[in-house]
């Protein structure tokens, strides 16, 4: 058994995220949810 398959990919990148793989919908790495909301904080 391996701990990192408890855990979903990003979707952007493939690495592994802190979210569990019955997470529903996008789950995001660290740095990939960092960058979304830097991109939604700087529209406009
Ligand atoms: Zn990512």
Redesign the pocket.
């Known amino acids: 058994m391996s701990d990192e398959d408890e855990y979903a990919e990003?979707v952007?990148?493939?690495?592994p995220?802190e979210y569990p793989r019955a997470q529903k919908g996008s789950t995001?790495?660290p740095?990939?949810e960092w960058q979304e909301g830097q991109r939604s904080a700087c529209s406009g």
Request: charged share 20%; net charge neutral.
């Open positions: 990003c952007l990148c493939r690495e995220t995001l790495c740095v990939c």
